[in-house]
């Protein structure tokens, strides 16, 4: 990795890693507002999310509730082995694991 994307990454992590619970819960519920009245997610049979983790805007109730309104939701995993990206359908959160 370059180091101007090292620095970049770097920078972000410290941002959101500074951030409160309360304000990290204002903006993942911000988000979800925006996205939940977006005519183009509303017409969309099918929708990627990630799984956050930590500090990262909350995505779990995003997907809860994609997947109670009747859509297909699809979360990334990583090929350990070849390093890619393969997306995978999938029906709840209750099962999820890491890789």
């Known amino acids: ?6 620095l970049i990454r770097s920078q972000i992590k410290h941002t ?3 951030q409160s619970v309360d304000d990290i819960n204002l903006k993942s519920q911000s988000i979800q507002n925006k ?4 005519e183009i997610f509303m017409k969309s049979d099918c929708v990627a999310f990630y ?3 930590n500090t990262e805007v ?3 109730n995003m997907i809860d509730k994609t997947l109670n309104i009747g859509k297909t939701v699809c979360l990334p995993r990583i090929n350990a082995e070849s390093k890619n ?11 999820m694991k890491t890789n």
Not at 1 to 6: A, F, I, N, Q, V
């Open 1 to 6: 990795m370059t180091d101007s994307r090292e």
């Open 16 to 18: 959101r890693t500074s």
């Open 35 to 38: 996205l939940f009245s977006n």
């Open 51 to 53: 799984y956050s983790l």
């Open 58 to 60: 909350d995505t779990h």
């Open 85 to 95: 990206m393969i997306f995978h359908i999938i029906n709840n959160t209750y099962t």
